[in-house]
C-alpha cells in the first residue's frame, strides 16, 4: 500500500509535533506500506528519503500568501504526483481535502481547527477575523462531507462534526499524544531570571489570538488579593501570531499597572518551557477552545497544577487532573486561582494527578488509529 503524505501546512507549532509522530512510529504500524511526502522543505528536514518513504520537498515559504500558494500546488499540480506515485491513499492532518476527482482515491482527512465552530471564540474576533473564520468552516466541513474517513482530535470534534451532517461511522477520534520528555527532569538553569520572573508564579502557554482569553486572565489575576498578588508573577508564553491581540495585552497590562508582575514571553521551547512548566506553581489555561489541547497534555505530563476553563474539549483530557472556571467570567477565574493557592493538599493532589492523566495520550495510540483508519478507507474503495 502506497500512502501519499501531504504535510505542507506542518510548518509549526502542533501540527509539526504531529507530524513527527507520525513519521518517527510509521513504521511500526504499518511494516508493508510506503510513504509519499509532501512537506515544505525548510522543515523537517532531518529526515530523508528511503526505501519506505520518498519525500517531496516544496519551496512554498511562509507570511500571508501561503496558504494560496499551498492551495494552488495541491489543486492542480497535486493530483499528477498522486498518479505518478500510484498512491492508493490520500492522507493529511490540516482538514482541506482538495478536488482529487481526477485521481479516485479513498482519503483520510484530519479535522485540527475548531475555532471556526466556537460561538464564544466568534464573538472575540474583529470583522476580518469573523469572515476567516466562516470560510475556514465552510472549507473544513465541505472537507469531512468529500473525504472517505475523517480524524477527530477529541470526542467534541466528533460532536461538532456530526451536528454538521457528517455521519458518525466515517469519523474516528485520535487525539495527539504527548512526549514523556515533558515530565523527565530538567536540569535547574537561570531561565527565569533571565525572563525577569523572580516570584512564584502563575503560568499560561498559549499563542496569541484573541480566542486564547489572554486578557481575562490578566484581568483575574489584578482582582487576586494584594497579598497573593505580590507573592506571585504571571508568566505569559506564546508567539504573538495575532499581533494586534499581543499589543492590546500589552496595552492593558501598562493601563493597570502591573508592568511588574506580567511577564509576556514571545514564545519558548524545549528544556526552557520545560523548565516553566514544571516550575509553575500553577498553570492557568483560559482559551476558549480547543481541539486536542497540546500545551495541556504538556503541562500534565510535566506535573503541573491545572486550572483550566470549563469550556469542551479542556475537561475531556484533564478529566480529575483539573480545577475548573467559566472562562468567561473574571471573578471566577479569580477566585478558583485564589482559593487553590490557599490550598497547598489540593494543589499537590492535582500535580499527582496531572502525570497520571497525562499518560493516556500516546503518540502510538494516534499511530496505531491513524493507520487503522487509512487501512478502512482502502477497503471501502475495494469493495
Same mark, same amino acid.
Given at each position: ?18 507530524? #513527527?509522530? =507520525?513519521?518517527?512510529? =510509521? ?32 519551496? %512554498? ?9 499551498? $492551495?494552488?500546488? &495541491? ?23 482538495? #478536488?482529487?476527482?481526477? +485521481?479516485?482515491?479513498?482519503? *483520510? *482527512? ?8 466556537? #460561538? &464564544?471564540?466568534?464573538? @472575540? ?24 474517513? *475523517? ?6 470534534? #466528533? ?6 451532517? %457528517? ?11 504527548v512526549d514523556s520528555y515533558w515530565g523527565e527532569a530538567v536540569a535547574s538553569t537561570d531561565v527565569l531570571s533571565q525572563l525577569g520572573v523572580v516570584r512564584p508564579f502563575f ?23 494584594p497579598s497573593v498578588r505580590r507573592a506571585h508573577q504571571l508568566v505569559l508564553v506564546g508567539e504573538p501570531h495575532s499581533k494586534s491581540c499581543y499589543d492590546e495585552t500589552q ?10 508582575? +506580567? *511577564? ?13 512548566? @514544571?516550575?509553575?506553581?500553577?498553570l492557568v489555561f483560559p482559551s476558549l477552545i480547543e481541539n486536542s489541547p497540546n500545551i495541556l497534555l504538556e503541562a500534565m505530563m510535566a506535573g503541573a497544577p491545572i486550572a ?14 483539573? &480545577?475548573? =472556571? ?10 478558583? $486561582? ?34 487503522? @483508519?487509512? &487501512? %478502512? ?7
Amino acid at each position: 500500500m502506497k500512502i501519499f503524505l501531504n504535510l505542507l501546512a506542518a510548518t509549526a507549532g502542533g501540527q509539526l509535533s504531529r507530524a #513527527r509522530a =507520525f513519521l518517527d512510529r =510509521f513504521d511500526d504500524f504499518a511494516p508493508t506500506a510506503q510513504l509519499i511526502v509532501v512537506k515544505e522543505k525548510s522543515v523537517l528536514t532531518e529526515y530523508a528519503s528511503n526505501e519506505r518513504r520518498v519525500l517531496i520537498d516544496l519551496p %512554498i515559504g511562509f507570511g500571508r500568501l501561503k496558504a494560496l500558494r499551498r $492551495m494552488w500546488w &495541491e489543486n492542480f499540480v497535486m493530483p499528477g504526483v498522486i498518479q505518478r506515485h500510484s498512491a492508493d491513499v490520500y492522507l493529511t492532518f490540516s482538514h482541506y481535502l482538495p #478536488r482529487l476527482n481526477a +485521481v479516485a482515491v479513498p482519503s *483520510v *482527512v484530519g479535522v485540527s481547527n475548531l475555532a471556526p465552530f466556537s #460561538r &464564544e471564540a466568534w464573538f @472575540q474576533e474583529s470583522l476580518l477575523v469573523k469572515l476567516k473564520m466562516a470560510a475556514l468552516r465552510h472549507t473544513i466541513i465541505s472537507s469531512a462531507r468529500r473525504a472517505t474517513s *475523517v480524524l477527530a482530535l477529541s470526542e467534541t470534534c #466528533r460532536e461538532v462534526l456530526i451536528e454538521r451532517g %457528517i455521519p458518525r461511522e466515517k469519523i474516528m477520534v485520535t487525539p495527539n499524544g504527548v512526549d514523556s520528555y515533558w515530565g523527565e527532569a530538567v536540569a535547574s538553569t537561570d531561565v527565569l531570571s533571565q525572563l525577569g520572573v523572580v516570584r512564584p508564579f502563575f503560568l499560561y502557554v498559549s499563542h496569541f489570538h484573541r480566542y486564547k482569553n489572554h486578557a481575562r486572565l490578566v484581568d483575574a489575576y489584578a482582582r487576586l488579593s494584594p497579598s497573593v498578588r505580590r507573592a506571585h508573577q504571571l508568566v505569559l508564553v506564546g508567539e504573538p501570531h495575532s499581533k494586534s491581540c499581543y499589543d492590546e495585552t500589552q496595552i492593558l497590562i501598562e493601563r493597570i499597572g502591573l508592568s511588574g508582575d +506580567v *511577564v509576556l514571553v514571545p514564545g519558548e521551547s524545549g528544556d526552557r518551557l520545560k523548565e516553566l512548566y @514544571q516550575k509553575a506553581r500553577l498553570l492557568v489555561f483560559p482559551s476558549l477552545i480547543e481541539n486536542s489541547p497540546n500545551i495541556l497534555l504538556e503541562a500534565m505530563m510535566a506535573g503541573a497544577p491545572i486550572a483550566a476553563s470549563s469550556l469542551a474539549p479542556m475537561p475531556e483530557f484533564c478529566r480529575s487532573a483539573a &480545577e475548573y =472556571f467559566n472562562a468567561l467570567d473574571v471573578s471566577d477565574m479569580s477566585q478558583k $486561582m485564589e482559593a487553590l493557592l490557599s490550598d497547598p493538599a489540593r494543589l499537590f493532589a492535582l500535580s499527582e494527578r496531572s502525570n497520571t492523566q497525562a499518560s493516556k495520550f500516546t503518540w502510538d495510540e494516534f499511530v496505531r488509529r491513524v493507520v487503522l @483508519q487509512i &487501512e %478502512i478507507a482502502v477497503k471501502q474503495k475495494d469493495n
